[in-house]
Nanobody, 123 residues
Framework: QVQQVESGGGLVQAGGSLRLSCAAS????????MGWFRQAPGKGREFVAA????????YYGDSVKGRFTISRDIGLRTVDLQMNSLKPEDTAVYYC????????????????WGQGTQVTVSS
């Protein structure tokens, strides 16, 4: 089992920035991805970003490209999501997830999920 704890959510005005962090514990893994998804009220879970754990390739959803940056620290087993130029439509619960193998963009292939952290962007 892998456990993740997210932190860093909150309320911010449009145009502002937030940094989310996800700390993983439990089972060690040397491959796969750690990623972020989000879910707004009444909507499905949307892929935000992911990073390859061993090689470090980065993947982004179209709606956040150029504004969000994902990074990882293998030693600390953390993944951060720097969110800049936030928009009201970025408002959602953000989830950290671990994928041990599968499609990086598909939530169904992720094996472990955090509890989520709320991000609210006011206009």
């Amino acid at each position: 089992q892998v456990q993740q704890v997210e932190s860093g959510g909150g309320l911010v005005q449009a145009g502002g920035s937030l940094r989310l962090s996800c700390a993983a514990s439990g089972r060690t893994f040397r491959s796969g991805f750690m990623g972020w998804f989000r879910q707004a009220p009444g909507k499905g879970r949307e892929f935000v970003a992911a990073i390859g754990w061993s090689v470090g390739f980065r993947y982004y959803g179209d709606s956040v490209k150029g504004r969000f940056t994902i990074s990882r620290d293998i030693g600390l087993r953390t993944v951060d999501l720097q969110m800049n130029s936030l928009k009201p439509e970025d408002t959602a619960v953000y989830y950290c997830a671990v994928c041990l193998g599968g499609s990086v963009h598909q939530s169904s292939t992720y094996d472990y999920w955090g509890q989520g952290t709320q991000v609210t962007v006011s206009s």
